[in-house]
T-cell receptor
Framework: GAVVSQHPSWVICKSGTSVKIECRSLDFQATTMFWYRQFPKQSLMLMATSNEGSKATYEQGVEKDKFLINHASLTLSTLTVTSAHPEDSSFYIC?????????FGPGTRLTVT | AQTVTQSQPEMSVQEAETVTLSCTYDTSESDYYLFWYKQPPSRQMILVIR??????QNATENRFSVNFQKAAKSFSLKISDSQLGDAAMYFCACSGFNDYKLSFGAGTTVTVRA
């Protein structure tokens, strides 16, 4: 099956700093990628839809200025958490769409101290 | 847009036995896809099974099968001959036919007893 990678797998940053998470589709081109946030023992919450070459579409309640998404190529999307605060600590998962199916990355655990 | 409901937060099953997870959904689309995903402790999302709504035949993947009742908007997952490796959180999800966006249910945690 298709493979999606995420980097880093775990990041710790200080409050007020920014952190970038990369999502790559390794063996296929993805015009659409998605970013999710997941709290422990809860479901995935869609944050935004990322389309190659265009602005991301954010879900209601997601601060677009805080969670910057860039989809610069057909294999790479990035999520930058700007001015991170402890409440941004969470597990972030990306997925890449290949036709009607989404392939998920392994996730990134963000801890803001 | 779709909404997905999983009413069983937790299920427990004896090894080698069968367990059925419930899922209901609502959608305004005539064509759509339904999925079951598994999330083990590693938190990697793994596709278990996929069902195209226009297909009447229930999808099957080895020990995993679904009971798709389109009129009732029900999509349950049956795990047969449960194994210790089946222990995970299972999510039911739905997407539109031309829209890749997934709507997830709240999830069901499956515990397998040895």
């Amino acid at each position: 099956g298709a493979v999606v990678s995420q980097h880093p797998s775990w990041v710790i940053c200080k409050s007020g700093t920014s952190v970038k998470i990369e999502c790559r589709s390794l063996d296929f081109q993805a015009t659409t990628m998605f970013w999710y946030r997941q709290f422990p023992k809860q479901s995935l919450m869609l944050m935004a839809t990322s389309n190659e070459g265009s602005k991301a579409t954010y879900e209601q309640g997601v601060e677009k200025d805080k969670f910057l998404i860039n989809h610069a190529s057909l294999t790479l999307s990035t999520l930058t958490v700007t001015s991170a605060h402890p409440e941004d600590s969470s597990f972030y998962i990306c997925s890449a769409a290949d036709r009607y199916e989404q392939y998920f990355g392994p996730g990134t655990r963000l801890t803001v101290t | 847009a779709q909404t997905v409901t999983q009413s069983q937060p937790e299920m427990s099953v004896q090894e080698a036995e069968t367990v059925t997870l419930s899922c209901t959904y609502d959608t305004s689309e005539s064509d759509y896809y339904l999925f079951w995903y598994k999330q083990p402790p590693s938190r990697q999302m793994i596709l278990v099974i996929r069902q195209e709504a226009y297909k009447q035949q229930n999808a099957t993947e080895n020990r995993f099968s679904v009971n798709f009742q389109k009129a009732a908007k029900s999509f349950s997952l049956k795990i047969s001959d449960s194994q210790l490796g089946d222990a995970a959180m299972y999510f039911c999800a739905c997407s539109g036919f031309n829209d890749y966006k997934l709507s997830f249910g709240a999830g069901t945690t499956v515990t397998v007893r040895a």
